[in-house]
């Protein structure tokens, strides 16, 4: 039966919470990256399929054993949602973005591809126009137009990271800024418990739906279990961690964190499968996050102004 609608939590806006949910922000880009990583490592031998679908097991228990643990709440009843059609979707969605990711990581490193998916904050800047009946005043919308011509220089037309693998990774970008759209239209009805929970269980079924046509390429053997059950863990973590920072500091605060999770990918690209990024890759990405951050700050901007205006 659907759980009551609580009452809505109020969010604070000050100096000390804000400093806390960066770091949990920070924490929870940290550890989705480890967890990318591993999802790269296991592919060659669990497949796109068993990597969503042990992804989706392991995670989707770790959300329910960490909204279980938590005193004096709801319990299990966080996890029922009350737009059931809408969560659903979004977790369907949520999934064919996290098919697009795995399949480009089959043949791209993480750098790469987080730097083509640092267009999501652009195009949310366009999706928030229709959606959320936002405007975009021309400033905004010429460093949107300057953030999309980072992208070309990423991919450059032509180039040997011009193939159907990023037109399907742009797409699975394109799906990801609305599924993060519908998230801040789900927060006035549901938990992000909620949220995380019917993701990962999407997460599975989709696995198991794709199992028949995309069996895994080789037997899992207990290091591939290891990380599946790490890949799992991790992102049921992250979710509940990046909830929280979301409930500590306003979204302006945090979306500029977002782009550590490139020096991240670089990282762990580097250590575990000795890739690095293309001089065009970096330059691109950069245009894009500066784009992307100048975004950011003009929205403070005017909310500030808005918050004076209204004082007066």
């Known amino acids: 039966m659907p759980r009551a609608v609580a009452a809505p939590r109020v969010l604070t806006d000050n100096a000390s919470d804000t400093v806390r949910g960066i770091a949990l922000a920070l924490l929870a880009y940290l550890i989705w990256t480890m967890g990318d990583a591993t999802a790269k490592l296991t592919l060659p031998t669990a497949g796109v399929a068993g ?9 989707a228990l770790t959300v329910l054993v960490v909204t279980m643990a938590q005193p004096g709440r709801a319990g299990w009843r966080l996890i029922i949602p009350v737009r059931w059609c809408k969560v659903l979707l979004r977790s369907v969605l ?71 693998v990023v037109v399907l990774l742009l797409v699975g970008t394109l799906v990801m800024a609305l599924t993060r759209i519908m998230t801040r239209q789900l927060t006035t009805t549901e938990t992000p418990e909620c949220q995380a929970f019917w993701l990962l269980i999407c997460h599975m079924l989709t696995g198991v739906l794709m199992l028949r046509s995309w069996p895994a390429p080789g037997p899992l053997g207990p290091m ?27 979204i302006s605060a945090l979306a500029p964190y977002e782009y550590t999770m490139l020096p991240f990918g670089i990282l762990f690209g580097f250590l575990l499968f000795g890739d690095l990024p293309s001089w065009s890759t970096v330059v691109g990405a950069l245009v894009v996050a500066a784009a992307g951050t100048y975004n950011i700050y003009r929205e403070r901007v005017r909310r500030a102004e808005e918050r004076a205006a209204a004082m007066v």
């Open 51 to 59: 990597a969503m679908l042990w992804r989706g097991v392991f995670g």
């Open 94 to 164: 949520s999934s064919f973005v996290s098919v697009t990711w795995y399949i480009s990581w089959e043949s791209m490193s993480l750098a790469d591809t987080y730097a083509i998916g640092f267009t999501a904050p652009l195009i949310m800047t366009v999706l928030a126009v229709p959606m959320l009946g936002e405007r975009i005043r021309w400033r905004r919308a010429l460093s949107t137009l300057v953030g999309f011509a980072g992208v070309l220089i990423m991919v450059r037309p032509g180039g040997d990271l011009w193939t159907p």
């Open 224 to 250: 591939v279990w290891l990380a599946l059950l790490f890949l799992g863990v991790s992102s049921g973590l992250a979710h509940c961690v990046f909830a929280r920072s979301y409930a500590l500091a306003p």
